[in-house]
């Protein structure tokens, strides 16, 4: 699969340096590879992480009438309170996607060439397709919303959604159920969380010379990774 990867990038135009920075960074083809798959799949395990600090953040909206007193929790059960996690809480803000023709949207023209963005947060929280939709209720997967799981982009949606669906949401299952019937917690009343905005690069860069040079240079190549990463995303309209 590495193999394959590195061969799809070489065959995408306009790549700019990301092969050549990352020959430079990692000298070992096998290792390069190895590179270059950590860095493709890195997102993942960051969403994975959000979504388990998110399920604990809320926890008191659901331990209590969902967990037994031995640290049990059914599996549809478990499936609800899941799902109204990446609900209200999903990982990532959002997408976009290049128009390749000129489309109708609603009442909006969008031309060839120009770039879509679509907001994962607002899409959850539309009162339209989720009623109370600010309410964390995992009910709602059993009665209003119980066909509409396509409706959540989490992790995209129709033919470019992520492949690994189904595997990160066993493995997140499994996480929760560890941690539930492992440890008990209870939040402050009066913690409440604290949310970040993401962190920009500075408009110059620092000069960096001696042995961080190579550091410079696995960051340039993550970089590229990232750029071509969402390049390849891109969807049509």
């Known amino acids: 699969m590495p ?110 060439g120009q770039a879509v963005v679509y907001g994962t947060a607002a899409a959850h929280r539309d009162p339209a397709v989720f009623p109370n939709a600010d309410t964390f209720d995992p009910e709602r997967w059993r009665t209003s919303n119980k066909n509409d799981q396509d409706k959540l982009f989490c992790f995209g949606g129709g033919p470019r959604a992520c492949i690994g669906q189904k595997m990160y949401q066993h493995i997140l299952k499994v996480a929760c159920r560890m941690f539930i019937s492992e440890f008990d917690w209870h939040l402050p009343a009066t913690w409440r969380p604290t949310w970040k905005t993401p962190a920009r690069e500075p408009s110059h860069q620092p000069a960096i010379t001696g042995a961080e040079s190579a550091l410079r240079s696995r960051a340039v190549a993550g970089r590229h990774i990232v750029t071509c990463l969402t390049d390849l995303s891109r969807d049509t309209l």
Request: glycine share 4%; charged share 25%.
């Open 3 to 112: 193999s394959s990867v590195v061969q799809l990038y070489k065959k995408k135009k306009n790549m700019g340096p990301f092969i050549e920075s990352l020959k430079l960074a990692v000298e070992d083809p096998e290792t390069r590879r190895n590179h270059l798959l950590l860095c493709a799949s890195a997102m993942v395990p960051k969403a994975l992480a959000s979504l388990l600090t998110s399920a604990i953040v809320a926890s008191p909206q659901w331990k209590e009438r969902y967990v037994s007193d031995d640290g049990d929790i059914s599996d549809d059960d478990l499936t609800c309170v899941l799902l109204e996690v990446q609900r209200l809480y999903p990982p990532f803000f959002g997408g976009r996607r290049l128009v390749t023709r000129d489309a109708q949207v609603g009442e909006y023209l969008v031309s060839r």
